[in-house]
Protein backbone atom coordinates (compact mmCIF):
# COMPACT_ATOMS: atom_id res chain seq x y z
CA UNK A 1 0.00 0.00 0.00
CA UNK A 2 0.91 3.50 -1.33
CA UNK A 3 2.54 5.98 2.14
CA UNK A 4 2.27 9.62 2.06
CA UNK A 5 5.56 11.58 3.16
CA UNK A 6 4.91 15.28 4.03
CA UNK A 7 8.40 17.15 4.41
CA UNK A 8 7.43 20.66 6.23
CA UNK A 9 6.90 22.23 9.33
CA UNK A 10 4.51 22.75 12.51
CA UNK A 11 4.18 26.12 12.15
CA UNK A 12 3.18 25.79 7.72
CA UNK A 13 -0.41 26.28 7.47
CA UNK A 14 -0.29 24.39 3.74
CA UNK A 15 1.27 21.43 5.94
CA UNK A 16 -1.60 20.79 8.51
CA UNK A 17 -3.96 21.48 5.87
CA UNK A 18 -2.35 18.96 3.81
CA UNK A 19 -2.18 16.38 6.95
CA UNK A 20 -5.87 16.80 7.18
CA UNK A 21 -6.13 16.21 3.78
CA UNK A 22 -4.77 12.87 3.64
CA UNK A 23 -6.62 12.19 7.09
CA UNK A 24 -9.96 12.72 5.94
CA UNK A 25 -9.16 10.56 2.96
CA UNK A 26 -8.03 8.29 5.63
CA UNK A 27 -4.67 7.62 3.40
CA UNK A 28 -1.31 6.84 5.82
CA UNK A 29 0.87 9.37 5.86
CA UNK A 30 3.83 10.14 7.62
CA UNK A 31 4.94 13.70 8.79
CA UNK A 32 8.61 14.84 9.16
CA UNK A 33 8.33 18.32 10.84
CA UNK A 34 11.45 20.48 10.75
CA UNK A 35 11.59 24.24 11.45
CA UNK A 36 10.93 26.22 8.80
CA UNK A 37 14.37 27.38 7.90
CA UNK A 38 16.61 24.40 8.93
CA UNK A 39 18.83 22.80 6.72
CA UNK A 40 16.85 19.73 6.56
CA UNK A 41 14.47 21.66 4.63
CA UNK A 42 16.77 23.20 2.38
CA UNK A 43 18.38 19.82 1.66
CA UNK A 44 14.75 18.35 1.00
CA UNK A 45 13.66 21.44 -1.34
CA UNK A 46 17.07 20.86 -3.25
CA UNK A 47 16.74 16.96 -3.35
CA UNK A 48 12.85 16.72 -4.43
CA UNK A 49 13.46 20.50 -6.59
CA UNK A 50 10.25 21.74 -5.17
CA UNK A 51 10.75 25.58 -3.75
CA UNK A 52 8.19 25.25 -1.39
CA UNK A 53 7.27 23.24 1.72
CA UNK A 54 5.18 21.48 2.48
CA UNK A 55 6.61 18.85 0.02
CA UNK A 56 4.14 15.46 -0.36
CA UNK A 57 6.17 12.34 -1.55
CA UNK A 58 4.21 9.45 -2.31
CA UNK A 59 6.20 6.06 -1.44
CA UNK A 60 4.89 2.51 -2.49
CA UNK A 61 6.05 -1.03 -1.07
CA UNK A 62 9.25 -1.44 -2.64
CA UNK A 63 10.41 2.42 -1.05
CA UNK A 64 10.32 3.65 -4.39
CA UNK A 65 9.58 7.44 -3.60
CA UNK A 66 7.47 9.48 -6.29
CA UNK A 67 7.27 13.54 -5.78
CA UNK A 68 4.09 14.53 -5.93
CA UNK A 69 4.03 18.34 -5.05
CA UNK A 70 3.20 20.66 -2.47
CA UNK A 71 -0.75 21.12 -0.87
CA UNK A 72 -2.22 22.12 -4.25
CA UNK A 73 -0.61 19.50 -6.13
CA UNK A 74 -1.65 16.94 -3.23
CA UNK A 75 -5.36 17.69 -3.56
CA UNK A 76 -5.26 17.22 -7.38
CA UNK A 77 -4.01 13.73 -7.13
CA UNK A 78 -6.33 12.80 -4.56
CA UNK A 79 -9.25 14.13 -6.04
CA UNK A 80 -8.17 12.35 -9.56
CA UNK A 81 -7.84 9.11 -7.41
CA UNK A 82 -11.27 9.40 -5.97
CA UNK A 83 -12.80 9.60 -9.54
Not at 37 to 47: C, F, R
Request: with cysteine; proline share 4%; hydrophobic share 35%.
Amino acid sequence: MNKFIIIGSLDCPWCVKAQELLSAFEREYEFKAHAYDSSLIKEAKKTYDHPTIPIVVMEDDQKNQFLIGGYTDLERFISNEEN
